[in-house]
């Protein structure tokens, strides 16, 4: 069975400053892992994935996440947010024994002028 | 390349009225998915389809939801009678699943909203 949790509903941050959102799941398999973005009024496009190749990963607009095993993490950063940054970010995680999908329940990101 | 296509952007309707939403999958993928938004229950996956079989309902609401995938190029999700708590933004996503199962392509979305 896979689950994701995202620790934070709501994240706000000033333009400038450092990004964390944070994702932690459970999977009885090796997961692969993703982060989506959805910019308001779109659908939902990749970010970032991972799929047991490096656990550093490095995605568009700047964002990275790493794959920490031991701590069952995928946290999102970026070091300087910019207003175009805000937007609604979730957690994906599948596991190759089967077809399940399971998406967190997002963090919206606020960015502070 | 064109990617996911859905039809319409938005649509307004009456309860009790029926609802067709419509979806191009990118040519060449073989998985087909559907989901749903709201704020409160956030993204519910309804329905996904692997080359044209669908493979798990389980997340349909209920009988007044099916869908259909007749060809390759093309999906319906269908809403008969639509109730008010049916309005939500629809999504169609689409994957090629030979490769990783979580990497899905979105479309813009239908916003539904029943009266």
């Known amino acids: 069975a896979q689950s994701v949790t995202q620790l934070d509903s709501h994240v706000s941050v000033s333009e400038g400053t450092p990004v964390l959102l944070r994702c932690n799941y459970s999977s009885s398999y090796s997961p692969s892992l993703f982060w989506y973005v959805q910019h308001p009024n779109k659908g939902l496009q990749l970010l970032l994935k991972y799929t047991s190749a490096a656990t550093l990963v490095k995605g568009i607009n700047g964002f990275e996440a790493e794959f920490k095993k031991s701590e069952t993490s995928f946290h999102l950063t970026k070091p300087s947010a910019h207003m175009s940054d805000a937007a609604e970010y979730f957690c994906?995680?599948?596991?190759?024994?089967?077809?399940?999908?399971?998406f967190g329940k997002g963090t919206r990101l606020h960015i502070l002028p | 390349d064109a990617g996911v296509i859905q039809s319409p952007r938005h649509e307004v309707t009456e309860m009790g009225q029926e609802v067709t939403l419509r979806c191009k999958p990118i040519s060449g993928h073989n998985s087909l998915f559907w989901y749903r938004q709201t704020m409160m229950r956030g993204l519910e996956l309804l329905i996904y389809?692997?080359?044209?079989?669908?493979?798990?309902d389980s997340g349909m609401p209920e009988d007044r939801f099916s869908a259909k995938m007749p060809n390759a190029s093309f999906s319906t999700l269908k809403i008969q009678p639509s109730e008010p708590r049916d309005s939500a933004v629809y999504f169609c996503?689409?994957?090629?699943?030979?490769?990783?199962?979580?990497?899905?392509?979105f479309g813009e979305g239908s916003r539904l909203t029943v009266l």
């Open positions: 994906v995680v599948t596991a190759n024994r089967d077809d399940k999908i399971i």
């Open positions: 996503a689409s994957t090629w699943a030979g490769t990783i199962t979580g990497e899905l392509f």
């Open positions: 389809f692997n080359n044209n079989v669908p493979i798990d």
